[in-house]
């Protein structure tokens, strides 16, 4: 079992930045590959960016590649999405999630998931 914990959502102006933390606690953190995703009101959960096991590969999705950049540190197992340049589109709930399938943009490719933490972005 994979216990994960997000923080660091909030509210923001458009253009302004955030950084999600996702916690991992449980089996060991380095032999999963990381995701996350958002799931705004109205619409399906999708993929945003997802990590390999160690760090050295990243996916973005094409909305915001550029923009947002997923990195992670296995000694303190954490994930983290840095977001700049946000815009009101992206307002959603953001979801951490862990699998053994780097890359993969189907939900179900992902074993274990966070609460989720909300991101608002204002105009």
């Known amino acids: 079992q994979v216990q994960l914990v997000e923080s660091g959502g909030g509210l923001v102006q458009a253009g302004g930045s955030l950084r999600l933390s996702c916690a991992a606690s449980g089996r060991a953190f380095s032999v999963y590959c990381m995701a996350w995703f958002r799931h705004a009101p109205g619409k399906e959960r999708e993929f945003v960016a997802a990590i390999s096991r160690s760090g050295g590969e990243q996916y973005y999705a094409d909305s915001v590649k550029g923009r947002f950049t997923i990195s992670r540190d296995n000694y303190k197992n954490t994930v983290f999405l840095q977001m700049n340049s946000l815009k009101p589109g992206d307002t959603a709930v953001y979801y951490c999630?862990?699998?053994?399938?780097?890359?993969?943009?189907?939900?179900?490719?992902?074993?274990?998931w966070g609460q989720g933490t909300q991101v608002t972005v204002s105009s």
């Open positions: 999630a862990a699998g053994l399938t780097y890359g993969s943009r189907r939900q179900y490719d992902y074993d274990y």
